[in-house]
Nanobody, 115 residues
Framework: QVQLVESGGGLVQAGESLRLSCAAS????????IEWHRQAPGKGRELVAT????????YYVDQLEGRFTISRDNARNTASLTIKRLNPADTGMYYC????????WGQGTQVTVST
């Protein structure tokens, strides 16, 4: 079955960087876009970045571009989100998603940024 498993979250200090990973299985990974979303405490889930199936085009929410980098490795069925200069507003659960069959979500990985 389709599975997305996020990892790489943790407790970090403001200003540090973090690389989140999404390991995919159960579908033709290279045929689908991958999205990263995040959900801050008490808020709704929001799209952070998207990468096309080939990895040739990336989209970022305007205010995050420059600090966030989305990438993928189709040979390893993995996608990543690198976040630089973390700040407390980046705290939340980070999820990867594929639009396959209406959408599949991973279980998320928690990122907590301390001052």
């Amino acid at each position: 079955q389709v599975q997305l498993v996020e990892s790489g979250g943790g407790l970090v200090q403001a200003g540090e960087s973090l690389r989140l990973s999404c390991a995919a299985s159960g579908f033709a990974f290279s045929a689908y876009s991958i999205e990263w979303h995040r959900q801050a405490p008490g808020k709704g889930r929001e799209l952070v970045a998207t990468i096309t199936p080939s990895g040739g085009y990336m989209y970022y929410v305007d205010q995050l571009e420059g600090r966030f980098t989305i990438s993928r490795d189709n040979a390893r069925n993995t996608a990543s989100l690198t976040i630089k200069r973390l700040n407390p507003a980046d705290t939340g659960m980070y999820y990867c998603r594929t639009p396959l069959h209406g959408g599949y979500w991973g279980q998320g990985t928690q990122v907590t940024v301390s001052t």
